[in-house]
């Protein structure tokens, strides 16, 4: 049976693709990748640079904030320890102390108040710049501070807090007080005034629309444009910044978007104060920020844009330029593939493209007379990595593979038929030179350097290894050379070579003799200090082992501290060294060597292994530095300590003794000072029972009276016997005989008084407003006597028909200078009363104590009745 063949299916035809517009598209598309990555990589890399430099800009405008607040902050700390340390305070007699305050204010505006603590933490001296009534109390909490801080002998800085009265930031510094031989005394603390931080942030220029404030170890904020919230104490602990300064997280270093003070996205940054825990941060708006780096990636944009067009133009009429003679190629080989071997190309340009016509018509011509395919040796030379250069036998190129076009910069038809010497080096061998043995008939050679020049004259270092070719009847048929490129082991060698010499460059200039040993202890490098030091030549030692680098210090070979970092068990190498220290894998220790000259001196050395990049150890370097200037102080400071042991046991001594003749002399005083008090306490109990029994004469002589003006006087000389006798009773119950608490005594005096008028509480209010005042009792009895009469006269005449009122009695102490209001809001004192010439005895009196007393009396009748007194206190 006959099988028909199956009809075959001719293979699909491949869509054809235009030349010309695919060199356009990828002209274009090239053009656009570059333009693209180009525009790319320098926007990211202007980015990347607009936030270092905002960074930067920021970091100095905060970096010189901080440090003027730091430098005020520190000037006043060395003002406050300069008089602590250099006035003698501790010693100071109470008016020098005082002086001494006064002066430092008197130099410092930013001084508002400063106070001198003693041991116990009891106030000594106070200098303010307003009254003691004005100026705040340092608070037990700040005082408790100052004191635990400052019998350790460390300066306090304490938070920052807003005055009431003049709205303005405070802090108090303090530094602790010593007398000469160091011995805590006490604490000299400052309240100062911090406003300039407030002007210092107010008049910074952040940008146009950037903010800085300073915050302290809390997030308080204690500096800021806006004066309301720093006085409002507001915490802004959850801005980034801060949260940063006050975490102890590091300031960054690019321009990071967070929220800023104002509720805005801000690029921001911190610079810590350090002491005391504050910090400056700048705030600049986002917009702000990038506002330029936006127009310039617009105009890239725009650029960008018309490059794109420019390049699509382009690329048309060059893809026309280079396809036109390609389409007459085309055409020849279409015609040749159909057996027309006698086509040529006709193209005369001078260019890549003529010369691949030529190349293409000697190829028509070879095609010709030979049919032998070449493909796969072709194939075997563009795979190989290294350069291959065949040679005729008379040391012509007849062929290249690709990587020695790539290497040399040639095109391949550039070097066939040119000698072998055309890519050598000028310094290289020539291989028709007969005394190098480079004869075509020697040149089986493996591993030889030589060096080639590329088309540029660029020279490239290689290994060259080639083997001659004979054909069947042993004739030379050709040499093969295949050439390894040597550049980047030659780079590498070159760098290893200058960074070994920059290291012997280094250890030469050492100021302190230095020497280097490798692992078998061969000396690598002795420097010039080692040199003058030993006397030994450099040249005479490097290069030497076994212990050479001992001979000049010890005069014999032996271990030496650098033999200790190669081998830690060596015990011989620690002798004679004192004081070896380990500090990781270095080494240091102290000994006495002897100089060229035969002086012994001292030295300190330190001695560190050499680790190459894999981690072992490779040698190892030692330094030798001169000590004797070090060890004869040494020496001087002993023998001053000696001496200044002596006079110190002298002068203890010799102060033990006067402390006991102090101490005798003292019991001796307290023992006739207890019998002096005992006897005064006597004489006021006395005084004050006599008192008590004028008192109750008169009143047994009220009864026997019947004239109501009699009654009144020997009542009123009664009120005034009692003020007396009550500050008799407050002396007498008192420990030290010497003050009288007015607020105490005044309170009971007006109660006795209320008490004798039957005075109805209900119908006149009493208000005492007197602090802690002590008075002695020249001044206590006559403004006794004032209290009663004004106090009197207020209850017999202010509130007449049992009329509702106020009574207020005030008093207030500035020095030795008291001022006491008596007011009352009754029916008021007639405006015909003069002080000076009243026709009751009781008005006279005042005004008679009120002279007594150095003082001046004022009557207000505006509102009732208000008496203002202004005393001396008599000494």
């Known amino acids: 049976m006959e099988m028909t063949p199956m009809p075959q299916t001719p293979p699909k035809k491949k869509k054809f693709r235009s030349l010309t517009v695919t060199l356009a598209i990828a002209f274009v598309a090239m053009s656009l990748a570059i333009v693209l990555v180009t525009t790319g990589l320098q926007g990211y890399s202007n980015y990347q640079n607009q936030q270092r430099t905002i960074s930067y800009e920021q970091k100095l405008i905060a970096q010189g904030a901080a440090d003027s607040v730091k430098n005020m902050v520190t000037d006043r700390m060395d003002k406050l320890r300069g008089t602590a340390y250099l006035s003698g305070l501790a010693t100071s007699q109470p008016e020098q102390q005082k002086a001494t305050l006064d002066k430092l204010l008197h130099f410092d505006p930013a001084f508002r108040q400063v106070i001198l603590f003693d041991a116990s933490g009891e106030e000594l001296v106070r200098s303010s710049r307003v009254s003691r009534a004005e100026s705040n109390p340092i608070s037990d909490a700040i005082r408790a501070d100052i004191l635990s801080q400052a019998i350790q002998g460390k300066t306090i800085i304490g938070p920052v807090y807003i005055d009431e009265k003049s709205s303005e930031p405070m802090v108090v510094m303090a530094v602790p007080v010593t007398d000469i031989f160091g011995d805590y005394k006490g604490a000299l603390a400052a309240e100062v005034n911090l406003k300039f931080m407030w002007d210092l942030v107010g008049n910074l220029k952040i940008g146009e629309g950037g903010a800085a404030y300073v915050v302290d170890g809390r997030g308080n904020l204690i500096a800021y444009g806006d004066i309301s919230r720093v006085l409002k104490r507001e915490n802004v602990l959850g801005l980034e910044e801060v949260h940063r300064f006050v975490s102890n997280q590091a300031p960054s270093f690019d321009a990071e978007e967070s929220l800023g003070i104002e509720g805005d996205t801000v690029i921001a940054n911190y610079v810590s104060l350090g002491e005391p825990d504050w910090a400056v941060i700048v705030e600049m708006p986002k917009e702000e920020v990038y506002r330029e780096f936006n127009k ?25 330029f280079i396809t036109k003679p390609l389409i007459l190629l085309r055409d020849a080989t279409r015609e040749i593939s159909k057996g027309n071997l006698d086509t040529r190309v006709e193209i005369s340009s001078m260019n890549e493209i003529g010369e691949l016509a030529d190349s293409f018509n000697r190829m028509t011509a070879d095609l010709v007379q030979t049919t032998v395919s070449r493909n796969y040796f072709d194939d075997i030379l563009k795979s190989m990595f290294d350069m291959l250069i065949v040679l005729a036998p008379d040391a012509t190129i007849q062929s290249v593979n690709r990587r020695t076009c790539d290497v040399l910069g040639y095109q391949e038809d550039e070097l066939v038929a040119r000698p072998f010497s055309h890519i050598l080096s000028p310094d290289s061998p020539r291989p028709d030179s007969g005394a190098t043995g480079m004869l075509p008939e020697t040149w089986a050679v493996t591993e030889i350097e030589r060096t080639l020049m590329t088309k540029g004259g660029r020279k490239i270092p290689v290994i060259l290894s080639s083997s001659v070719m004979h054909d069947g ?84 070979r032996r271990p030496l501290l650098i033999d200790l970092v190669l081998d830690p068990d060596k015990d011989s190498a620690r002798l004679d060294y ?23 001196i001292p030295v300190s050395l330190v001695t560190s292994p050499l680790i190459d990049s894999q981690g072992n150890t490779v040698g190892a370097i030692e330094s030798i530095r ?74 047994l002589q009220l009864r026997t009276l019947e004239d109501p003006g009699m009654k009144q006087a020997l009542s009123d000389m009664q009120n005034r016997v009692r003020a007396m006798a009550i500050v008799h009773e407050k002396l007498y119950q008192t420990e030290d005989l010497s003050s009288i608490d007015m607020a105490d005594y005044t309170r009971y005096l007006v109660t006795q008084i209320f008490s004798h008028y039957k005075v109805d509480r209900q119908k006149i209010a009493l208000t005492i407003d007197i602090g802690k ?72 009196l005042v005004s008679n104590l009120v ?12 509102s009732g009745t208000t008496f203002t007194m202004v005393l001396h206190e008599t000494k």
């Open 296 to 320: 310039g990636l617009y105009r890239t944009i725009v650029i960008l844009f018309a490059s794109l067009v420019l390049a699509s133009v382009a690329g048309i009429l060059l893809s026309r």
């Open 473 to 556: 009847t042993g004739a030379v048929r050709g040499i093969v050379c295949l050439a390894h490129d040597m550049t980047g082991r030659k780079k590498a060698e070159e760098e290893l070579r200058e960074s070994r010499q920059l290291f012997m460059d280094i250890i030469s200039f050492l100021p302190d003799p230095t020497f280097v040993i490798d692992k078998a202890g061969t000396v690598l490098a002795w420097n010039r200090a080692l040199e003058v030091m030993s006397g030994v030549p450099a040249e005479e030692i490097i290069g030497k082992g076994n212990y050479e680098y001992s001979l000049w210090a010890y005069g014999r």
């Open 578 to 600: 004192t004081d070896i220290r380990w500090v990781g894998r270095t080494v240091t220790a102290q000994t006495v060597i002897t100089k060229a000259d035969g002086k012994k």
């Open 626 to 699: 001169d000590i004797t200037s070090v060890k004869n102080a040494e020496a001087d400071l002993a023998r001053l300590n000696a001496g200044l042991e002596k006079i110190v046991k002298e002068r203890t001594q010799a102060l033990e003794e006067e402390v006991e003749i102090r101490k005798q002399a003292e019991a001796a005083i307290r023992l006739s000072l207890e019998e002096k008090v005992l006897l005064l306490r006597e004489v006021h109990h006395r005084v004050n029972n006599n008192l008590q029994i004028i008192i109750s004469l008169t009143k």
């Open 773 to 844: 005042i002590l008075l002695n009792i020249d001044t206590a009895i006559p403004l006794g006597l004032i209290l009663n009469e004004l106090v009197g006269n207020a209850i017999k005449y202010a509130f007449p028909d049992g009329r509702k009122g106020e009574l207020t009695i005030r008093m207030t102490e500035d020095g030795e200078i008291l001022t006491v209001v008596v007011q009352d809001n009754g029916i008021g004192i007639s405006s015909d009363i003069d002080m000076q010439n009243a026709p009751t005895l009781g008005i006279r």
């Open 851 to 862: 002279d007594q007393l150095f003082g001046t009396i004022e009557l207000d009748r505006s």
